[in-house]
């Protein structure tokens, strides 16, 4: 499952910050998004198949101040990070381009 960052101090923590090993997969949604809620079935059961990576989800209409750090503008967007540096962003619900960014940061 996916764990809900609700704060610009728990994405710090989390992700910015984060020095472990893993890398951590972040989608950023919004209720309002037809094409985030479409993707979250899809997003959890990623999450739960491959748990060597951390994943997270960002409602960036309760938490504008990472939205705007991260310059989010389009949803949904998925992105990648590990040892808080950026990997790779996805803008857009294409499954098929997150699965295969997954591939590529399996054995990372």
Known sequence: ???PIESF????????H???GK???VDFWAASCGDCIALAPFFY????KNKQFDFYEVDVE???????????KKLPT??????????ETIEGGAQSKISSAVAKYRNR
């Not at 309760?62 to 989010?72: D, L, Q």
């Not at 998925?78 to 990997?87: T, V, W």
């Open 1 to 3: 499952m996916a764990v």
């Open 9 to 16: 101090e728990e994405f710090e923590k989390h992700v910015l």
């Open 18 to 20: 984060y020095k472990g």
């Open 23 to 25: 890398v951590v997969v």
């Open 45 to 48: 059961q990623l999450a739960d």
């Open 62 to 72: 309760a938490t504008t101040e990472v939205k705007n750090w991260e310059k989010i």
């Open 78 to 87: 998925i992105k990648f990070y590990q040892y808080g540096q950026c990997l």
